[in-house]
């Protein structure tokens, strides 16, 4: 007999919510309505258990958790969330072996192996690496289809280029990463060597910078944007969205009519997005 939770997850649409987001961990659920998957697993598991049935999302219906680098506030609920519910772990073979060095024994994952730059059915899903510029063992994002929309989840960009644009345009909804605001960040209390990390080519994307693939990804027929991965100590979320929503106010893209723009929250999951089948 399935639970209340379970029935309920039965009889969703094709949806996405971010469960936690930013510096202090990050984890993002993509849903066919019959197959669902967890991008990162940050923060710890007690919490991110709270947030999906907080969505009403019981964790053991989930099919994957699939990672995208080992820097902590993507992994850290990792060894204990899939354990604990029996989960498989996608990620590429340099960022397994990072990762397996952190933890006591990684023999007890169910590991799998999704090279960078390839495609991997999930059920109904399919779920595409592509690389990205960040300083990890080899750093991807994910591109994931379900039959009624694409996702994207294009986070920890040290800087832009067109194939990254490429592979992402004419998703339905893309996480892009707002980290930081330079003026924050320079006047802030990190050392100079991470700022210069911050904001090098193997960082983060800054507000603006965030704003200029937004407008480019408008063009291209996405709708649904989700800033994501903003810094607790150089950024904040009302002036993340001003940011970019002041530049595509300046590029002649009107909010509502050419694009729907939210912030994900830090802590606690985002409001869902749903899409028909």
Known sequence: MTSGIQQTFIRQRAQSFSLCSGSSGNAYYISSGSTSVLIDAGLNCKKLTEALLAREVDPASLSAVFITHEHRDHVAALDVLARKYHLPVYMNEATWQAYARSIAQPERLDWHEIPSDSDLLIGDLKVSSFRTPHDAAESVGYKVETGSSVVSVFT?????????????SGSDLIYVEANYDPTMLQNGPYPWALKQRIAGPRGHLANETAAQAIIDLITRGTKQFVLAHLSRENNLPELAELTVSQNLYQAGMVRDR???????????????IIWSR
Do not use: C, E, S
């Open 258 to 272: 050419d694009y729907q723009l939210m912030v994900a929250p830090r802590y606690v999951p985002g409001n869902p």
């Open 156 to 168: 920890d960009l040290g800087q832009l280029n067109q194939q990254l644009l490429d592979t992402v």
